[in-house]
């Protein structure tokens, strides 16, 4: 044979060369210090308080007594879990619906506006900026009896319904609202690494339009979807001012009982433990994500390989 | 012929669909714009009557300076602190290969992702517990520990398509490695320094779930607002509101038409 | 022969468990044009970062003008590295991209400007392109500003890490002459790594190969050519017909072809090697006429490359390539019985 493979197989694999791309010992960590220093004083730190309250007896202030379950059991056995289940139930529909709204804006983002794409991230961004509790604020006076929605129709239609200020529906709509930049910019990365060529091959193989988002679109799109979704709940499951702000005292949301307890109740192991319980179950959620993505594929160190 | 069509169908009714969005989006900031102009007490619609009296009022009132010159302290600090640390955060994100860069990674994202209420809470009772009485100047602390992260991702994304060949050809070339971050790494970075700085500034600037927690005695404007809205509701909410968010669109314009000049006349 | 410039004795470099260069030895004479030539993988980039002085070697020497340098710093070694990707300075202008170097060594601004318009001229680069930004220069001008910010400050080697590699055929075929042309120019010691043997005939006066990490064969562009070592450089040349043959007394057998055949003259004391046959020493053997070797086999498949017509002729197993010049066309059509045959001393023997 006129042999090319004896030279492929001597090419040994490329991660190699990276290696050899260093320049000395670690200036890695040392870049690394001041911002992991400040993390662990304003960050871990602080947590780490959280959780050593969260053993401490009802009512106290500082770490001078012997720990205690009682607030956990405190936690438990209260009504506490309805906060928590609300919560929960309010993130799940506001993923679920966000889901359904931005998959063809970001199909239409990552395949079909072209330049347009730019202009339209941009104009996402630009209200991130904005204060969160001034843009809700404008949805109060949107939806308020009189407001711009229902004035606007009882003026020119003369139509006179109900406000849904102060209600479950309000706080879903801040929900979607606040946190759909977090639903779809993962999401447009998701569909923008299928390539056309692949759908077009699908299609010429004979696939429908249905069976190509079926069986192509959709399982390769999928981890800039399950990243946008996690996000997203991990986000709206601690959310505050949505359901302060829209909802009244309509819905108490487990974000809400943390600060009651805090402030109100001055009862910081209580306060404490409900954190724990809240960082625990989000952190694992964000932890699990984050060891799925391939941050450097992400963020663009991949594509010069 | 049909195919095409149903295409184009298609493509039409997500042009609409995204058009809508952005609707959706700038809905609330339209509805808050119209409303500061409105001359009664009580928001209505349709407005019965214009008039600019609650800017005036704005611009006169004490608490308005008070409270703007707070938020304001705290952005600028949080901005320049946080381009620092981000700076450096981000050599060891996306330039340097060392053995902890994965976990530094997502180490340095978790805050990110954290409810920024019970990051409040969490620092506000840190605080306390060391004898710290809380001021701004914790909520510069606050605020940065949310928005390091961001900053640091910010410049990561300009150091990732930086080369590090650059870096060794500078000290081939004779320079020294203080010489070859000034004339080289810092430079070629700028870009992602200068939109972290922004971005710091006006996420800082809007943030109201930390501050609320962080500032004590003091109150950024938005702490006012929300106090305002939840109880005790004036008509200079909707103003002050509207004045928040033209200042940010403003530093946005100025910053950005600031960093296309700089790079026309670099260019040139 | 004169003191060599560069001496490397036992060169190694390991990460971790892995033995990236293993024991070098080599010596470059001054005005020498150098080329390492090896795949990827083979060490080549880990050695010539060593003689930059990006990388520090973990055992070995290396000795400049007789001078121990293992220890300096790249930035204190007067050589100079042209880098793959040619590692431009977007933020600078082309002059302050050549003018780096003077500066960081403290040359003061007329000077350097004189001296970068000096390369400019010496590259053959308008004397206006000082103030353009390199973001607006085209591959083969960006190629020039890298050699001339190379030359700014004098250094004695030029090292340089493929690079033409990323630039398309033709612009590449250019730069190789001119980099020649460069070189006997400035009459300075350019150290040269590729993984293009073509590259390196084209401008070397001497080529070393490498594989994993040692260096095979050390020898002038022709003496490569017609006298590989091995299998392994005979096949880095390019298409090759390759053998595997024993000694049997009468001449070497040939197991895939069940036959014996004669190979050049010189030893004979191996188990087992391999006959290289490069495509263009094979020829149609038309009835009557003869060769030293000859087999027969069936005419598969043809492509056409340039000038020249390659066939593929299938022996049972064994494929053989047969390269004809376009007027020396093989006059039948496919699937032809046909022999092939050639002479003993235009093959060459390799034992590994």
Not at chain 1, 176 to 193: E, N, R
Not at chain 2, 20 to 26: A, D, G, N, Q
Request: hydrophobic letters at 50%; proline letters at 5%; one cysteine or more.
């Amino acid at each position: 044979m006129t042999a090319t493979t004896e030279i492929r197989a001597t090419e040994t694999d490329k991660p190699r060369h990276r290696r050899e791309r260093r320049l000395h010992v670690s200036p890695g960590l040392l870049t690394a210090l001041p911002v992991l220093i400040f993390l662990a004083l304003a960050f871990a730190a602080p947590l780490l308080a959280v959780f050593g309250y969260s053993f401490m007896p009802e009512g106290t202030f500082d770490f001078t007594f012997p720990p205690t379950l009682e607030n956990y059991l405190a936690v438990f056995s209260g009504s506490y879990y309805i906060s928590f289940a609300k919560s929960l139930g309010l993130a799940l529909v506001t993923v679920v619906l966000l889901m359904v709204i931005c998959w063809p804006i970001a199909y239409g983002m990552a395949k079909l506006f072209g330049r347009w794409a730019n202009l339209m991230t941009l104009a996402i961004i630009i209200p991130l900026f904005v204060s969160e509790n001034i843009r809700l604020f404008g949805w109060v006076l949107f939806l308020i009896k009189g407001g711009v929605f229902l004035g606007g129709l009882k003026a020119w239609l003369g139509f006179d319904g109900e406000s849904i200020l102060y209600d479950v529906p309000a706080i879903v709509l801040g929900l979607v609202y606040v946190y759909l930049p977090f639903t779809l910019f993962p999401m447009v990365l998701g569909i923008s690494m299928v390539s056309r060529e692949v759908t077009e091959a699908a299609f010429d193989m004979g696939a429908s339009r249905w069976q190509v988002f079926r069986e192509v679109e959709l399982p390769l799109a999928t981890p800039g979807i399950l990243i946008g979704g996690l996000l997203t709940f991990i986000l709206s499951l601690g959310s505050l001012a949505e359901s302060k702000i829209l909802g009244g005292q309509a819905v108490i949301m487990i974000a809400d009982e943390i600060e009651t307890a805090f402030t109100f109740g001055q009862n910081w192991p209580l306060g404490s433990a409900l954190s724990v319980i809240l960082i625990l179950f989000s952190g694992t959620l964000v932890l699990t994500l984050l060891s799925w993505v391939d941050l450097d594929r992400i963020l663009g160190r991949g594509g010069n390989d | 012929m049909t195919e095409g069509r149903k295409k184009r169908i298609t493509h039409n009714l997500i042009a609409v669909w995204s058009g809508s969005l952005i609707l959706f989006l700038y809905l609330p900031i339209l509805t808050v714009m119209l409303a500061s102009f409105s001359k009664q007490r009580y928001f209505r619609f349709p407005v019965p009557a214009f008039d600019g009296k609650w800017y005036e009022r704005a611009f006169s009132s004490l608490t308005v300076r008070d409270l703007v010159s707070t938020s304001l302290s705290i952005a600028v600090i949080v901005a320049l602190a946080s381009v620092v640390l981000g700076f450096f955060g981000a050599l060891a994100f996306a330039r340097f290969d060392w053995r902890g860069r994965r976990l530094y990674q997502r180490l340095v994202l978790l805050p990110i992702f954290f409810p920024q209420a019970v990051l409040g809470l969490a620092l506000l009772i840190w605080f306390s517990s060391v004898g710290i009485i809380p001021d701004w100047r914790t909520a510069v602390i606050a605020h940065m520990v949310w928005i390091v992260p961001i900053v640091t991702l910010v410049i990561s994304i300009q150091a990732y398509s930086f080369d590090p060949a650059l870096e060794e050809a500078a000290f081939d070339l004779g320079a020294s490695r203080w010489q070859t971050l000034k004339e080289v790494t810092l430079p070629v970075l700028w870009p992602g320094v200068v939109s972290g700085a922004l971005f710091a500034f006006l996420l800082s600037w809007g943030n109201f779930p930390l501050s609320l927690f962080t500032t004590g005695a003091d109150q950024t404007v938005p702490e006012w607002l929300y106090a305002k809205m939840v109880s005790g509701y004036t008509p200079l909410v909707p103003t002050l509101g509207a004045l928040t968010t033209t200042s940010a669109a403003l530093v946005l314009i100025l910053g950005y038409g600031g960093w296309v000049l700089m790079r026309r006349r670099q260019a040139r | 022969m004169a003191d060599p410039i560069l001496r490397l004795s036992q060169l190694s470099k390991r990460f971790g468990q892995f033995e990236a260069v293993k024991g070098i030895d080599l010596a470059i004479q001054e005005g020498e044009f150098f080329t390492i030539v090896g795949p990827s993988g083979s060490g080549k980039t880990t050695l010539i970062r060593m003689l930059a002085g990006l990388e520090e070697p973990s055992d070995g020497e290396i000795l400049l003008r007789g001078e121990r340098i293992n220890e300096t710093p790249a930035n204190r070694r007067p050589t100079c590295m042209v880098f793959q990707s040619l590692a431009l300075f977007p933020h600078r202008s082309v002059g302050q991209n050549i003018e780096f170097p003077l500066k960081m060594r403290g040359v003061p601004p007329v000077e350097r400007m004189n001296r970068a318009l000096d390369l400019l001229r010496l590259l053959r680069l308008p004397e206006d392109y000082y103030k353009k930004q390199v973001s607006q220069c085209s591959g083969g001008e960006r190629q020039r500003i890298a050699l001339a910010r190379a030359l700014a400050f004098d250094p004695e080697i030029l090292f340089f890490d493929e690079p033409l590699s990323a630039i398309d055929y033709r612009l590449r075929k250019t730069l190789e002459k001119e980099l020649k042309d460069l070189h006997r120019e400035t009459g300075k010691t350019f150290v040269y790594i590729t993984h293009s043997l073509e590259e390196a005939m084209v401008m070397s006066d001497r080529i070393g190969i490498m594989r994993l990490g040692e260096l095979v064969q050390v020898g002038a562009p022709d003496e490569i050519y017609s006298r590989p070592a091995n299998r392994f450089v005979s096949e880095f040349m390019g298409e090759v017909n390759v053998l595997e043959v024993k000694p049997n007394g009468a001449g070497l057998h040939c197991p895939v072809l069940g036959s014996t055949l004669q190979g050049p003259d010189g030893k004979a004391d191996f188990e087992s090697g391999y006959l290289v046959i490069r495509p263009e020493y094979l020829r149609f053997i038309a009835p009557g006429e003869t060769a030293e070797n000859t087999v027969t086999g069936v005419l598969y498949n043809e492509y056409a490359l340039g000038s020249r017509i390659q066939y593929q002729v299938r022996v049972g197993e064994q494929v053989f390539l047969v390269e004809k010049l376009r007027e020396q066309r093989y006059g039948g059509k496919l699937d032809d019985e046909v022999t092939i045959g050639w002479e003993a001393r235009d093959s060459v023997l390799a034992t590994e």
